[in-house]
T-cell receptor, first 112, second 109 residues
Framework: DARVTQTPRHKVTEMGQEVTMRCQPILGHNTVFWYRQTMMQGLELLAYFRNRAPLDDSGMPKDRFSAEMPDATLATLKIQPSEPRDSAVYFC??????????FGQGTRLTVV | RKEVEQDPGPFNVPEGATVAFNCTYSNSASQSFFWYRQDCRKEPKLLMSVYSSGNEDGRFTAQLNRASQYISLLIRDSKLSDSATYLCVGLRSGYALNFGKGTSLLVTP
């Protein structure tokens, strides 16, 4: 059963620490999205890759967030330094081209 | 302003009722549309794609109205298990999925 895998599922960290979230897209999918979800804002796009190239990261705070795809089977989202306002659920999703996307189970981040 | 707008609800309906959600989109270049369902503390899951001709999957019917720039989801014979948040999504080729904030549905006994 193909699925998007995200690690860790939960992360509690202190303000100022670096956080790295990982995503393994569905094999064969060439499009990867990172979204952040909060109660107030809903799903916000942070970054979007096609064939490992970043196409849109305008929603991502550049001073502290970075997203990369070191290879086709791994996408990473880093926050350094983390702040309490970064507390949210971070979802990765993958798709084939511009077709429907499938989500991972998310990383629930709490920054204290 | 988000490209995709939804009534957040909540919609409270009794079991067996028919309920409909609408979703408007602002960018006429949007080409594909989807409905996702999200349960509390879970990831969004694809419910159905939306085609211009309309499509039906069991108790669920999705419609697209390009002239008025809205999509709809109709749920017939609501079940308790239909309680969730329903997210509509628009997609332009070469761009990321644009999600609405979701409509909350609560089906009561």
């Amino acid at each position: 059963d193909a699925r998007v895998t995200q690690t860790p599922r939960h992360k509690v960290t202190e303000m100022g620490q670096e956080v790295t979230m990982r995503c393994q897209p569905i094999l064969g999918h060439n499009t990867v999205f990172w979204y952040r979800q909060t109660m107030m804002q809903g799903l916000e796009l942070l970054a979007y890759f096609r064939n490992r190239a970043p196409l849109d990261d305008s929603g991502m705070p550049k001073d502290r967030f970075s997203a990369e795809m070191p290879d086709a089977t791994l996408a990473t989202l880093k926050i350094q330094p983390s702040e309490p306002r970064d507390s949210a659920v971070y979802f990765c999703a993958s798709a084939l081209d511009s077709r429907e996307a499938f989500f991972g189970q998310g990383t629930r981040l709490t920054v204290v | 302003r988000k490209e995709v707008e939804q009534d957040p609800g909540p919609f409270n309906v009794p079991e067996g009722a028919t309920v409909a959600f609408n979703c408007t989109y602002s960018n006429s270049a949007s080409q594909s549309f989807f409905w996702y369902r999200q349960d509390c503390r879970k990831e969004p899951k694809l419910l159905m794609s939306v085609y211009s001709s309309g499509n039906e999957d069991g108790r669920f019917t999705a419609q697209l109205n390009r002239a008025s720039q809205y999509i709809s989801l109709l749920i017939r014979d609501s079940k308790l298990s239909d309680s969730a948040t329903y997210l509509c999504v628009g997609l332009r080729s070469g761009y990321a999925l644009n999600f609405g904030k979701g409509t909350s549905l609560l089906v009561t006994p």
